[in-house]
Nanobody, 123 residues
Framework: QVQLVESGGGLVQAGGSLRLSCAAS????????VGWFRQVPGKEREGVSC????????EYAESTKGRFTISRDNAQNTVYLQMNSLKPEDTAVYYC????????????????WGQGTQVTVFS
């Protein structure tokens, strides 16, 4: 069973950048696809991006294409989300999730979740 811990959130001005990290422990990380998701109060959790376990396939939500980049370092058991050109509407709690069977930016079906990290973008 894998445990996930997100970090790297914070307060940033619109147009700025942040890099989120999702550090994994307790499992063979390379077996897991990993997704990033975000949620604001009163709204459903939405997919941001995901990366496959082995071949590096990636997928992005339309709202993040061209601004966000997901990557992984299996040697470090970490997945990153580089977020550039941030907008106030990117403000949310960001979660990473992992699963050995799931791949995609739908949050349904991922078994393992981190506790989330807050990203706040001000104009």
């Amino acid at each position: 069973q894998v445990q996930l811990v997100e970090s790297g959130g914070g307060l940033v001005q619109a147009g700025g950048s942040l890099r989120l990290s999702c550090a994994a422990s307790g499992g063979t990380f390379s077996y897991y696809a990993v997704g990033w998701f975000r949620q604001v109060p009163g709204k459903e959790r939405e997919g941001v991006s995901c990366i496959s376990s082995t071949d590096g396939r990636t997928e992005y939500a339309e709202s993040t294409k061209g601004r966000f980049t997901i990557s992984r370092d299996n040697a470090q058991n970490t997945v990153y989300l580089q977020m550039n050109s941030l907008k106030p509407e990117d403000t949310a709690v960001y979660y990473c999730a992992a699963d050995t069977f799931m791949y995609g930016i739908s949050p349904y079906g991922y078994d393992y979740w981190g506790q989330g990290t807050q990203v706040t973008v001000f104009s």
